[in-house]
């Protein structure tokens, strides 16, 4: 008996989907908007608005009362040869140096030592990082009376070994000094926090295979603790860079004006006037509002270099 062959039935002609009606889809979420959108007109409102403005505002001549005058680029060419913003600049580097790596280095150390504590770890996380949580005037007026000259502590320890008294909020580089070790006292502790978290990612077997080599405690740290602490290193690196080169508060309060000086004026000779402080004198005390919104980006221009040259230095040493 003949077989008959089996006819394949045709495949079934594909369905396209109806293509979504994209005003229908956006409108179908518009809870989901609304529940974010606080956050979105906040950033515009004070985020946003106020840098665009900012930016217009430097090409103008205003004195924050009257009609502003168009000034065009005449205000950056003045703080392109305006000696006192350089010397501000020079402040806020020298500052910033003296503060930045003796804090890096403390707060590894800190972080190392935090790691191999067996007891009262949480304990030992809270009181190092309570300086951070401290409010910046109170510590500044706090470290105004440590570094006074006729009773400040700092005086009455060099007294006693034998050494001369410090005018240490008098001179330029005893301000210098006084400003850094406030900044680094201040964080310390919170980039301690950080380091900790990244020895803790760590893995345990790294430290083990060093051991069974015959790799001290030095050779470990700079073999395997300093390469897998890196992007971590990066991280603290560049945020001390931000924070460090926007200092205001620290200098301003530390730095009490007297009846002479301007609350932003730096102290004497100007020693502790920071680029921040800079910008607030010429707004608010020169009521030059357009140069000061110039000064702003020049700071910000600044620090965007200063963090992309840090970023190359520890990313070469990493290719290294």
Not at 139 to 156: E, K, Q, W
């Amino acid at each position: 008996m003949a077989t008959v062959p089996l006819v394949e039935k045709p495949p079934a002609p594909a369905v396209e989907p109806p293509s979504p009606n994209p005003k229908k889809s956006i409108l179908s979420y518009w809870r989901l908007y609304a529940a974010i959108s606080p956050f979105y007109l906040l950033f515009l409102a004070f985020g946003l608005i106020p840098v665009g403005f900012s930016l217009y505002l430097s090409f103008h001549r205003w004195d924050g009362l009257g009609s502003m005058e168009y000034a065009g680029l005449s205000q950056y060419k003045y703080l392109l040869t305006d000696t006192d913003f350089w010397s501000s600049i020079g402040n806020t580097i020298i500052i910033w140096a003296l503060a930045t790596f003796p804090m890096i280095f403390l707060a590894m150390v800190t972080a190392v030592m935090l790691n191999s504590a067996v007891r009262f770890k949480k304990i030992y996380r809270f009181a190092y990082f309570l300086p951070n949580v401290t409010s910046v005037v109170a510590v500044a007026i706090i470290f105004g009376s440590v570094f006074s000259t006729n009773f400040g502590l700092v005086n009455a320890l060099l007294q006693a070994v034998g050494l001369d008294q410090v005018a240490w909020l008098n001179t330029p580089w005893g301000i210098k000094v006084a400003i850094a070790t406030l900044m680094t006292w201040q964080w310390t502790g919170y980039n301690a926090i950080i380091f900790l978290a990244g020895l803790q990612t760590i893995p345990g077997e790294l430290y083990e295979a060093a051991r069974v080599d015959g790799a001290g405690p030095v050779q470990t740290f700079f073999r395997i603790t300093l390469p897998m602490m890196r992007p971590v290193l990066l991280f603290v690196l560049v945020i001390s860079t931000v924070t460090g080169l926007q200092s205001f508060s620290e200098p301003q309060v530390l730095l009490q004006t007297t009846a002479n000086e301007s609350t932003f004026s730096g102290g004497p000779d100007h020693a502790g006037r920071t680029m921040v402080l800079y910008f607030f004198q010429q707004t608010f005390d020169n009521n030059d509002f357009g140069y000061g919104a110039a000064v702003a980006w020049g700071i910000f221009l600044v620090v965007v270099i200063f963090s992309i040259i840090n970023w190359r230095l520890v990313q070469r040493r990493g290719e290294d």
